[in-house]
């Protein structure tokens, strides 16, 4: 019997989340973990579980590598967890960052976790190679308001990626407008401004063609209505129907991560504990500066599950 509890919030990881030996420890201690890992090595036809428990880390990190696996460790988290608490609770929303949102899908039975599986190497693969055609990148700026960071890219022809937390965001564009961009913004007092290590310019109009390729990808999935609202990237709002859920997967790959705003949304709607389900803990970080009253919890390894009760 599923309990609901209009004060919690799931919110899964996104990309830069990795780490070698992620859910080893789950796939030993947990039967529904090992589960998990050994689906994923089914659908997506190799030991995608061997790549996540021993590496090398440059290959995790590969785009097309890192976003299934991600998936499979918050989703074997999740399974986990959800066993060792004995009665499942369901929160009022569930939400994920970038590719996390996917995550949260599997979560809200909207997707079968095999096709999440398969859309997020495909995802990968097509910003990847998105990223190889239109050389780009992105860069982290701290300490300047959205106004300014806005002034920034006019000026220089960035975009805003990701809006992740007061004096946190993200810029994407061409290599040269990075360069131009972090200069700009040392020169406007940002605090710091330094370049991520991703392979292209996510969550900006150079992953157009990345979107091209997904609108035919998702066409043969099937999506369900979400069985709890899901707050999407692009518009920091619930989404309720697979046809949004459908519209949100392509419209985030090149629009900015509304993560900032997504929490606000869920803290307004009376959200007061927010559980952090996959590997690292960036996103409560970034929560804890969102909205400093919240209870924050995360949930990564079997030790972390045994001492939280979802």
Not at 60 to 78: E, Y
Request: with cysteine; hydrophobic share 45%; charged share 20%.
């Amino acid at each position: 019997m599923a309990e609901q509890q209009g004060s919690l919030a799931y919110v899964f990881p996104g990309q830069g989340s990795q780490r070698v030996g992620m859910g080893l420890d789950l796939y030993h201690n947990f039967p529904t973990a090992r589960e998990v890992f050994e689906e994923a090595d089914e659908a997506l036809g190799f030991p995608l579980s061997r790549l996540c428990f021993e590496g090398p880390e440059e290959e995790l990190a590969q785009t097309v590598n890192a976003q299934p696996a991600i998936l499979t460790a918050s989703i074997a988290c999740l399974k986990a967890a959800s066993r060792v608490a004995g009665q499942i609770i369901c929160p009022a929303f569930m939400a994920g960052h970038s590719l996390g949102e996917y995550t949260a899908l599997v979560a809200a039975q909207v997707l079968d976790f095999a096709d999440a599986l398969r859309l997020t190497r495909e995802r990968g693969r097509l910003m990847q190679e998105a990223g190889v055609r239109v050389p780009g990148g992105m860069a982290a700026i701290l300490g300047l308001d959205e106004v300014s960071v806005e002034q920034v890219c006019q000026e220089t022809g960035a975009e805003i990626a990701n809006l992740n937390s007061p004096g946190q965001i993200v810029v994407s564009g061409t290599k040269e407008a990075m360069v131009r961009a972090m200069d700009l913004a040392r020169a406007m007092g940002a605090r710091r401004a330094m370049p991520l290590n991703v392979s292209g310019a996510f969550h900006s109009q150079l992953m157009q063609p990345a979107a091209e390729g997904m609108t035919n990808v998702l066409s043969e999935m099937e999506f369900r209505h979400p069985s709890t609202p899901v707050v999407v990237n692009s518009t920091a709002q619930p989404a309720t129907t697979a046809d949004e859920v459908k519209e949100e997967l392509l419209r985030q790959l090149c629009h900015c991560v509304q993560w900032q705003r997504s929490v606000e949304y869920m803290v307004d709607a009376g959200v007061c504990t927010f559980i952090e389900i996959g590997p690292g803990q960036v996103l409560s970080g970034l929560i804890k500066r969102i909205s400093d009253e919240s209870q924050i919890l995360n949930v990564e390894d079997a030790s972390s599950i045994r001492a939280i009760s979802i």
